[in-house]
């Protein structure tokens, strides 16, 4: 498994774009401590498969540490997987307009938006997750975007029968 996830790793980055590249490198860092001089082992790991893009999975290891253990070694290499993964989706990747069409971009902005507004709604925040959702529809609407359209006016329903009853609810249906 860890030789088939450094493999995953190697075949991201590899795919990643120059811009992309700086982004993941900024990111991985943003979790480092300000306490520390050496660059973070993710860094370090990023670093060397942009090195040599065919390195091998022992060879990184003997870098990135003669002490690190496997288990170590194998976190190491899902953390930084996900961390670049979690770079792709930034606000500063998806609003590039030479990247994607200003559908998927949207697309991609709104799903962001319903996972926010839904955790806002959850924390009592409905009026800030409200003022969400009618943004989202009308964007979805714009993009002919439905099943995101779909699943909005479904969340925007439950806040509106919470709140202000069943006729708004069945308003929101129609």
Known sequence: MSK?????L???????KKEEIILAKKHLTAF????T???SKMLRLLNLILKESNIDFEKVKKLIGNDITIKSYNQLISRTLVRIEESLILDINLSRKKGYTPVFRNRLKIRKLI????????RGLANYALKNYNWIIRTA????LYDELIETLFLKQAIVFTKEGAKEYDAISK
């Open 37 to 39: 001089r050496a660059p």
């Open 115 to 122: 996972v926010q507004a839904s955790i806002l709604q959850g």
């Open 141 to 144: 609407k714009k993009f002919e």
């Open 32 to 35: 480092e401590s300000f306490h």
């Open 10 to 16: 190697k075949d991201l980055i590899g795919a990643l």
């Open 4 to 8: 088939k996830k450094f493999q995953d």
